[in-house]
């Protein structure tokens, strides 16, 4: 059965991600559109850099045709971000994006975005869900006719180029002298944040520049493990930055003027902090359960909220649609800031941390230590473990309804359930235990206030989970 997730759908290409699988995700949102009164205005339909993106891409214009639904399809991967903004830019019913974001190369995935230019929220997927079961009962032949016309392909790198400079100080950056060496990780990113930087006279080295469907043999997720090269260079070529972006660049990665990686809690913490503090903004933050809480000492510095909701990007779209949110983000490697889409966008993530460096005239390291030094020190890690399918769902409900008393040598004072069980510590530490909905996982999410107890409780959780 194709089912929706956190962002979209994805499978394996060629196994359950095949041509007649995509045309009937695409008739079934052609009839959304239509049902839903949207079937006159456009749909733009992007894709990543992956094995087929393009001709997906293609298919579901083919599709949405067919229905007497106009499309303008990107004539090149293209960012999701891009393709989100691209939606509000030409006042468009939605998008369809092939993409299947950090995945290995072997999959693919689909993803709509819906017309505030933000994914779309379970009621609506929801009803794709259910028509592509009526679909897939349905012939499905006259899409191919060419009785339905050309579809029209167009460009957005210059319109969104132009676009994005506004939440920045171009001139600002200009005088600043940086140099930086930037990974699109063989993905849409490339032609878009290097272009950017050059366009604002960062001096940018810039590796895996091209597209590859396997990504270099490894996953499109800038992680640690997969960025040693920008680190090396990093250090070699004396930059003040590394900036990477994943497969559809709607995640980041950064690492310092040293090689050493921030994680995507460390940066957009970064990120909250500057935006309050050095440019004075105010308004509100947005954070993923699995999140930091240095984003909530943070809103607590600056007199402002900080509110937490279920893993996934579309929460934080909902309250950046219906909030006074300055910036929302994940701590899986995204953020939107207030006046753009309420959807991830690495690429901005990228300029704005490049602006900080030049307005605060510091090394990465210095600003990071700076920010510690005032908000208080914070440290996380995430581990999978292996559980079978028949326990750990068990497992989540025993630790929310039975949790314990006390845990590491401390005792629980919350248990929070608004996704998976997470259990709060005395001293502020706390771990996240949610059950993987495609494989026979437990993701635990944990954090403390050193690294001596993130490992004590790293090892604890992990106890717990195997004598489970």
Known sequence: MIKFGTDGWRAIISDEFTFDNVARVAQSIAAYLISAGKAKQPVIIGYDARFLADEFAYLCAKVLKANGINCLVCDRDTPTPVVAWEVTDKKAAGAI?????????????????????????????????????????????????????????????????????????????????????????????????????????????????????????????????????????VVKNKAHVGLANDGDADRFGFVDENGKFLNANQIISLAAYYLLKEKGLRGNLARSVATTHMLDAIAKKFNVQCHEVPVGFKYIAKLMLNDHILIGGEESGGLSIKGHIPEKDGILAGILIVEMLAKMKMPLSKIYAKMESEIGTFFQDRINLHVIDAVKDKLINGLITNPPADFCGQKVVKVNTLDGAKIILADGSWFLARPSGTEPLVRVYVEASSSQKLADLKQAVEQVIKAA
Do not use: W
């Not at 319109?159 to 930037?182: E, H, N, S, T």
């Open 97 to 233: 994006m092939l993409t299947a974001s950090h995945n290995p190369p072997a999959y693919c995935g689909i993803k709509f975005i819906a017309d505030y230019g933000g994914p779309a929220f379970e009621d609506v997927t929801q009803k794709i869900e259910e028509g592509i079961q009526v679909a897939a009962g349905a012939t499905m032949t006259d899409y191919n006719s060419e009785k339905h016309g050309a579809i029209e392909r167009f460009n957005p790198e210059a319109r969104y180029l132009q676009y994005i400079q506004k939440f920045v100080d171009v001139d600002l950056i200009r005088g600043a002298g940086l140099k930086a060496v930037y990974d699109p990780m063989f993905g849409s990113g490339r032609g878009y944040l290097d272009k950017l930087l050059d366009k604002f006279d960062v001096k940018v080295e810039v590796i895996h520049n091209y597209r590859d469907v396997l990504f270099g043999g490894k996953n499109p997720e800038p992680t640690a493990e997969n960025l040693t090269e920008l680190s090396a260079l």
